[in-house]
C-alpha cells in the first residue's frame, strides 16, 4: 500500500524501479550493437565487421564476460 509507506520509502522503491528499467535498456541496446554485458563486441560481431583477425579475436576473448 504506497499510501502507508513515508516519503524515504517511496523513494526507494521508485529508485529500485528506475535502475532496473535502466538495466533493462542497457541490456537492449547492447545486445543490439553486438556487445556483450561488459560492452565487449561479441566474437559474431567482430567477424560480422570482417576484423576478426587473430590479435583483435585474442584480445576481445580476453575482455568478454
Known amino acids: 500500500d504506497v499510501k ?3 516519503t524515504e ?3 526507494k ?3 529500485a524501479y528506475r535502475e532496473e528499467q535502466y538495466q533493462k535498456l542497457c541490456d537492449a541496446v547492447y545486445k543490439r550493437r553486438g556487445w556483450d554485458s561488459n560492452g565487449v563486441h561479441t566474437l559474431e560481431t567482430i567477424k560480422k565487421l570482417k576484423i576478426d ?3 583483435v579475436v585474442e584480445l576481445v576473448k580476453k ?3
Do not use: F, G
Open 13 to 15: 522503491v521508485l529508485r
Open 53 to 55: 583477425c587473430p590479435e
Open 9 to 11: 520509502e517511496k523513494m
Open 4 to 6: 502507508a509507506k513515508t
Open 63 to 65: 575482455y568478454q564476460s
